[in-house]
């Protein structure tokens, strides 16, 4: 073929080809459009080495499904016969539709639009929806997003953009939107990240308490209000979809991820999706996660490096349900949530025999069958990040990093509609498409994840405002948000012990306030704040609860000695302890350290209190009157052999950014008014210890939470405060804590009568 070429009516689009030249022999092409005007793409270095030759297409020819003749530019004047490696991708590339094409029409209902656009749409621009790649691949070559006509980009934990600004972040979104919008039908991508307790990621945000702070406080609506403000802080920075709010049914306090689940009762976390609406009222779309059973895997089945995480779910279908899936339900049919992530979990049904698990991103039972299926869900499902990669393959093992045929079509045939496939787009593309060449995955199963996609796309508005706008910089970590999270943080504070009543605090004490999370912003913030893992120290701007103690007491004489080496000449201590950061894995107890965390988090997990937090607890609670321990964590803390030295216990959790929330209620500006939303174990030996359990002894029960300014508040209130008292005294009948926790639960059902009974037991038996 000559090198100059008449007019071209035919593109190819391909994957990846495989080149036969006279001259270099073969070699590959990587992946894009070629026809006349296609951006140049790049041979590899020839064999004798030297710089790389560049393709210039000058005409395509063949029978638009397999094999094409291109002419390369004058300076190569070779031809070379390209056989493509995706033989059912056709070669016509839509026409740019004009302003007047339905599915750009807002004022057509959206199954038309998603009709129209779904018609003028080839195989690759379908796969290219269900494909997500990680920012950090993209945002160097933005026309990557174009060639790979990818559907989304996400920003895992830690992927930020440089400087970390709102500013920079609209930038960001906006230059991969444009290159979105450059692909022939200009179908809009949608950003994603893990905004799990306020909007981490982003320098200058609010950061809420973790989930299980948040279920602690038992109120919906204020669940509600915090996420509308992390989805505000998202849109203000260009991110419409959030990976949040994660709906386990935490049942193990050892998971490493306990502190993103709202509580270990199904009914508990099933109020709390709400946060689904919180999302949706900021234009924020919502995902569930991780479907289903992640918070109810056993110990010692996790993955090769973790303890717990990503483990294995014995149970039977039936309790599935009732634990698991409860609050799924929940989200679909009373909330309409239109993403859902599914777990890198497994499950093994016991009346199936165990000893078979199934990955839960290869259960199409459980997926296509039960949520798509049973629960009516209508949006899509997107892939947990790289999570296919986990799927055994009956091939054996592929490239390390990279999925393997059989993985990418168990994947999609199970029903995951989207794949975060973080740095391997392009290989995954390959691969669905010669799936779907092969027979072995079907262009309607195909098809109905195209629809999902485009449908949320355009119920969201992507088509209609698909960039970012500068107006609402304000917003991210404004004071009206601030105080949202202040009051959350108050709410979230559970009294565990106050003999005395220690608490609250005179304003004018003398003060002694000791700990190593006194004063670290990043220790109180936890995982998923900046860095996947979380990083101790100042890496947020707020408030330290030594902050607070100083904005909330200015009256008061307060020493502050971390380590408690500075002389003790003081009243009262507040020692502040607990744990160092971590996400998923990591904190698994007795699992694997982080190995490039700073020091401080490379400690071995635990549930009980490291040596030098004891020692500074022994310390300052042998040299002051009144003692206060603060315990900053993401789950329960074992205390019960120095719990007799302490006059007054918070279960603090993680706050986040807003730490004078924890001084209101320690100086009675606010009451304390949470209640565990976790059994607390009495030893590390009992866990696991959830209520409902055949034995059930924990240190304090579900539902536990003492209160301050006692004379307020219900008839139940004050039985639940005559119960608690006598239990603290120690003059409570054996079974207590069962009917204390049960009493929880059936008020939670709005069972007052039957809350009323078990409560007066406890008080009067």
């Keep these: 073929m000559s090198s100059s070429s008449s007019a071209i009516t035919k593109t190819a689009i391909v994957s990846s080809v495989a080149v036969s030249c006279s001259q270099h022999g073969p070699v590959r092409v990587p992946a894009g459009r070629f026809s006349a005007t296609a951006s140049r793409r790049a041979l590899p270095a020839r064999s004798g080495g030297g710089a790389a030759d560049s393709l210039h297409p000058a005409a395509i020819e063949g029978d638009g499904m397999r094999r094409y003749v291109i002419g390369f530019g004058a300076a190569a004047a070779v031809a070379v016969l390209v056989a493509a490696l995706l033989p059912t991708l056709r070669d016509d590339a839509p026409a740019r539709p004009g302003p007047d094409a339905?599915?750009?029409?807002?004022?057509?209902?959206?199954?038309?639009?998603?009709?129209?656009?779904?018609?003028?749409?080839?195989?690759?621009?379908?796969?290219?929806?269900?494909?997500?790649?990680?920012?950090?691949?993209?945002?160097?070559d933005p026309a990557l997003v174009t060639r790979w006509?990818?559907?989304?980009?996400?920003?895992?934990?830690?992927?930020?953009?440089?400087?970390?600004?709102?500013?920079?972040?609209?930038?960001?979104?906006?230059?991969?939107?444009?290159?979105?919008?450059?692909?022939?039908?200009?179908?809009?991508?949608?950003?994603?990240?893990?905004?799990?307790?306020?909007?981490?990621?982003?320098?200058?945000?609010?950061?809420?308490?973790?989930?299980?702070?948040?279920?602690?406080?038992?109120?919906?609506?204020?669940?509600?209000?915090?996420?509308?403000?992390?989805?505000?802080?998202?849109?203000?920075?260009?991110?419409?979809?959030n990976f949040a709010p994660c709906v386990c049914v935490g049942r193990d306090e050892r998971w490493g991820r306990t502190k993103e689940s709202f509580g270990e009762d199904p009914a508990l976390v099933t109020k709390m999706t709400t946060a689904i609406d919180g999302l949706r009222d900021a234009g924020v779309l919502a995902t569930v996660k991780h479907f289903a059973g992640d918070g109810d895997t056993g110990y010692?089945?996790?993955?090769?490096?973790?303890?717990?995480?990503?483990?294995?779910?014995?149970?039977?279908r039936e309790d599935f349900n009732r634990i698991d899936l409860a609050p799924y339900a929940a989200a679909v049919r009373e909330h309409d949530v239109q993403s859902v992530m599914p777990s890198y979990s497994s499950v093994d049904w016991t009346e199936d025999g165990t000893g078979n698990p199934v990955k839960m991103h290869a259960s199409r039972e459980l997926i296509t069958g039960t949520l798509k299926g049973d629960l009516g869900f209508d949006g899509f499902v997107i892939s947990d990040f790289e999570a296919i990669?986990?799927?055994?393959?009956?091939?054996?093992?592929?490239?390390?990093?990279?999925?393997?045929?059989?993985?990418?079509?168990?994947?999609?045939?199970?029903?995951?509609?989207?794949?975060?496939?973080?740095?391997?787009?392009?290989?995954?593309?390959?691969?669905?498409?010669?799936?779907?060449?092969?027979g072995r995955v079907s262009m309607e199963r195909i098809d109905d994840a195209v629809r999902r996609i485009l449908r949320v796309k355009f119920q969201i508005g992507l088509f209609e405002k698909p960039y970012a706008s500068l107006d609402r910089l304000g917003e991210v970590g404004s004071a009206a948000h601030r105080a949202i999270g202040r009051e959350a943080v108050a709410r979230s504070q559970v009294l565990l012990k106050n003999a005395g009543d220690a608490l609250p605090l005179r304003p004018d004490a003398r003060i002694y306030v000791a700990g190593r999370n006194a004063a670290d912003l990043g220790n109180q913030a936890g995982g998923w704040t900046i860095d996947w893992q979380g990083r101790s120290g100042d890496i947020i701007p707020g408030s330290t609860v030594l902050d607070g103690i100083r904005e909330v007491a200015p009256g008061a004489t307060v020493t502050h000695s971390p380590d408690a080496s500075a002389p003790i000449d003081a009243e009262v201590g507040v020692v502040v302890v607990g744990e160092t950061p971590y996400a998923e894995g990591f904190g698994d107890v007795g699992g694997k350290v982080c190995p490039w965390c700073p020091a401080a988090q490379k400690e071995t997990k635990s549930l009980t209190l490291q040596p030098a937090d004891r020692t500074v607890v022994g310390k300052v609670c042998a040299a002051v009157a009144t003692c206060v321990v603060l315990l900053v964590s993401g789950r329960p803390q074992v205390i019960t052999d120095q719990?007799?030295?302490?006059?007054?216990?918070?279960?603090?959790?993680?706050?986040?950014?807003?730490?004078?929330?924890?001084?209101?209620?320690?100086?009675?500006?606010?009451?304390?008014?949470?209640?565990?939303?976790?059994?607390?174990?009495?030893?590390?030996?009992?866990?696991?210890?959830?209520?409902?359990?055949?034995?059930?002894?924990?240190?304090?029960?579900?539902?536990?939470?003492?209160?301050t300014g006692a004379s307020r508040g219900s008839a139940l209130d004050a039985a639940r405060d005559a119960a608690q008292k006598r239990a603290a005294a120690g003059r409570a009948p054996a079974g207590w804590q069962r009917r204390i926790a049960e009493a929880d639960l059936a008020a939670g059902a709005g069972r007052e009568k039957e809350a009323l009974s078990l409560l007066r037991q406890v008080a009067t038996g």
């Design 643 to 707: 719990l007799g030295e302490i006059d007054a216990l918070v279960a603090s959790w993680l706050p986040g950014s807003e730490g004078a929330g924890v001084a209101d209620v320690l100086f009675g500006r606010q009451p304390f008014t949470g209640r565990l939303p976790l059994s607390w174990p009495r030893t590390v030996a009992q866990v696991p210890v959830n209520v409902g359990d055949a034995v059930y002894e924990p240190l304090f029960p579900y539902g536990w939470g003492l209160r």
């Design 300 to 316: 010692g089945t996790g993955d090769s490096e973790y303890a717990i995480d990503q483990g294995v779910t014995v149970t039977s």
């Design 389 to 438: 990669h986990q799927i055994p393959d009956p091939d054996g093992a592929g490239e390390a990093g990279e999925p393997t045929a059989a993985q990418v079509r168990i994947g999609v045939n199970a029903g995951t509609d989207m794949f975060m496939e973080p740095k391997t787009a392009p290989r995954f593309q390959d691969l669905l498409t010669a799936e779907v060449d092969a």
């Design 149 to 241: 006509r990818l559907g989304s980009v996400l920003s895992g934990g830690g992927s930020v953009p440089s400087p970390n600004t709102p500013e920079a972040w609209v930038d960001q979104v906006n230059t991969l939107q444009r290159a979105a919008l450059d692909t022939p039908l200009g179908i809009p991508l949608i950003y994603g990240i893990d905004a799990v307790h306020g909007h981490g990621n982003a320098h200058g945000a609010t950061v809420f308490p973790h989930n299980v702070g948040l279920g602690a406080s038992r109120d919906p609506e204020l669940v509600r209000r915090v996420y509308r403000a992390t989805g505000e802080e998202m849109r203000a920075t260009g991110i419409p979809w």
């Design 102 to 140: 339905p599915y750009r029409d807002a004022g057509l209902p959206v199954d038309r639009r998603v009709d129209d656009l779904m018609a003028r749409m080839s195989p690759a621009d379908k796969i290219g929806q269900m494909t997500q790649a990680e920012r950090n691949v993209v945002a160097g």
